[in-house]
């Protein structure tokens, strides 16, 4: 946390499902109130409520994950509350989205967002303008975000912001072929492939060429990366500060990745 706060880190990525990570947090970011840290939490999944549940207990359920969220994170306000599955954001008639809208107008909630994983749940998403906060999978191997339907439904939404997340693919992009899923016959040509690219464009490494790519396209607001430590943080905190990749480095990246198996973008079907 330290070190994030000195490296200019300004937001924060949670959520309820996370085990302890909120608890944690909130008395980590008690230390240091005056960085006014922005904190991303997200809505506990709904799975356990049927799809007839009331409206009562829907919005039971949702106002008890806020009200946890707050108490665990030590705030009387969450400035960005994400579903953490989108799919919720649209069972019980929207009763979900319409409660964590009212929380906005109370000032316990800043901005709604969504969790997605596939274009076709952002641009759903995108048709509600309460949903201001996007947060994609990400990544040089995956071309589906740069098609058309969700490039014209994000553009149509000035006031979006979106996050990358899944930047180096659960770190996969940053392994050799022997730790990728034994499936993926496609492994060896892949970081064959990456290896190639970071010696074209000189970048320092793996990680560097993943956060360049990602940060070639300016309708991207931040990136969501994970670190097991301080060295690993002011590593990627190093990159950051380089240039991203060129318009044409950025294309050449696509024609390189063409035919991913689609299985592989997803971790959640390794």
Request: charged letters at 25%.
């Amino acid at each position: 946390m330290s070190t994030a706060l000195e490296g200019g880190v300004t937001q924060l990525d949670t959520a309820r499902a996370y085990g302890d990570a909120e608890k944690r947090l909130g008395r980590m970011l008690h230390r240091w109130p005056g960085y006014g840290m922005r904190v991303i939490s997200k809505l506990r999944p709904l799975t356990d409520l049927p799809d007839d549940a009331p409206r009562a207990v829907v919005e039971g359920a949702v106002d008890q994950s806020v009200r946890s969220s707050c108490s665990d994170l030590s705030r009387s306000r969450i400035d960005v509350m994400l579903f953490h599955r989108c799919a919720d954001m649209f069972r019980w008639g929207g009763v979900a989205l319409e409660r964590l809208s009212e929380h906005v107008r109370n000032g316990t909630i800043g901005e709604i967002g969504a969790s997605v994983y596939t274009p076709e749940e952002a641009v759903r998403s995108l048709g509600d303008p309460r949903i201001t906060q996007l947060q994609i999978p990400f990544n040089l191997l995956d071309q589906r975000w740069l098609e058309h339907e969700f490039q014209r439904a994000a553009a149509a939404r000035r006031d979006l912001a979106i996050h990358a997340r899944s930047v180096f693919l659960q770190g996969l992009l940053l392994s050799e072929p022997g730790r990728w899923p034994s499936w993926a016959d496609a492994a060896p040509r892949l970081c064959s492939d990456i290896r190639r690219l970071i010696g074209s464009f000189h970048r320092k490494c793996a990680a560097d060429l993943c956060m360049a790519f990602v940060r070639a396209f300016p309708w991207i607001t931040s990136l969501v990366v994970g670190v097991e430590s301080a060295g690993q943080l002011r590593e990627l905190l190093s990159l950051a500060c380089t240039e991203p990749l060129s318009p044409a480095q950025a294309a050449l990246v696509r024609e390189t990745f063409t035919d991913v198996p689609v299985r592989l973008l997803n971790p959640v079907l390794w």
